[in-house]
């Protein structure tokens, strides 16, 4: 390196500044969006989980998460994001592979890509009323169902106010968003390697089992645990849908730190943390996978 490199002229290191300086106001605004809403929030969180209504410190909010009320709501939760994120992987990944590798007419793959964008980010109080106007007591499905099938879905147990009710809805979100995230790992799939393992004389199904599966694992376990922490954390849907009928953890903190009986936010603030906890692992988790799986796709 010359003298010239270490000391660049005053007028080429002025330039180099400003251009480092417009970069940072550009980054500025979410720097400061993270700042109040992500990383306030969950140090404010952290404090809280820590302190009873004195502000005093004390461990006894996170001895209380072991409460069998909250353990449960903890698990239906799990349970919940868990069956969500499986089927909507697999349904998911069939979309996915179906529209990148499935030979189908090329108006298919934007359509649903599309649809899939905007399905993705359809949650809460809209996603709620219209899963009750199609699929509720008296919703439209329901309805033509009994008129001309003479079939009554709620006579077989189905309901959507139920653990498998809110299931079958987080879906609604939960394969558009496994459509989006895995479709980019198909099509890192190489053609190459599939002209490879032919010319080898490998059939397709030997293909898939020892050479696009082993490379796809970690995207699809990754994109199935980006699922399970999407679902976890959701709220407005699962209030919408059921109310307090079905206990999962999101209800029961809106509960604590808002609710007119289940007044505790200091508890509340504990819920959250063992939320936090949980999301940030399989958040975690995801990241991890992330890296193992773009290192093919380079």
Not at 126 to 135: K, R
Not at 287 to 298: K, V, Y
Request: glycine residues 10%; proline residues 5%.
């Amino acid at each position: 390196m010359t003298q010239l490199d270490q000391n660049p002229p005053p007028g080429v290191a002025r330039l180099q500044f400003m251009q480092a300086a417009w970069a940072w106001v550009g980054v500025a605004p979410f720097l400061i969006f993270a700042l109040m809403f992500l990383i306030l929030p969950t140090l404010y969180l952290i404090v809280g989980g820590f302190q009873d209504p004195d502000g005093n410190f004390t461990l006894q909010n996170l001895f209380d998460l072991f409460q069998p009320s909250i353990m449960n709501a903890y698990w239906i939760s799990i349970k919940v994001s868990g069956a969500s994120a499986i089927v909507g992987a697999i349904i998911g990944f069939g979309l996915a592979y179906a529209v990148v590798l499935g030979g189908l007419p090329g108006w298919i793959r934007p359509t649903l890509m599309t649809f899939s964008g905007v399905a993705s980010n359809f949650a809460g109080l809209p996603l709620a009323f219209a899963f009750l106007a199609t699929l509720g007591r008296t919703g439209l499905v329901t309805v033509l169902l009994v008129k001309f099938f003479g079939f009554n879905i709620y006579a077989t147990g189905f309901n959507l106010l139920s653990f498998w009710g809110l299931t079958l809805t987080y879906l609604y979100f939960q394969i558009p968003l496994m459509v989006l995230i895995l479709t980019p790992a198909l099509d890192g799939l190489k053609r190459e390697w599939r002209e490879a393992s032919e010319i080898l004389g490998a059939s397709k199904f030997q293909y898939w089992l020892h050479v696009a599966f082993p490379i796809l694992w970690p995207s699809i376990l990754g994109c199935t645990l980006l699922l399970f922490a999407n679902a976890f954390g959701a709220i407005a849907t699962a209030y919408a849908l059921t109310g307090s009928s079905l206990n999962i953890i999101t209800i029961l903190l809106y509960a604590q730190i808002r609710g007119d009986v289940l007044h505790n936010p200091n508890l509340g603030y504990a819920l959250a943390l063992g939320m936090i906890f949980i999301t940030g692992l399989t958040n975690g988790l995801y990241i991890w996978l992330r890296g193992r799986s773009e290192r093919w796709l380079r």
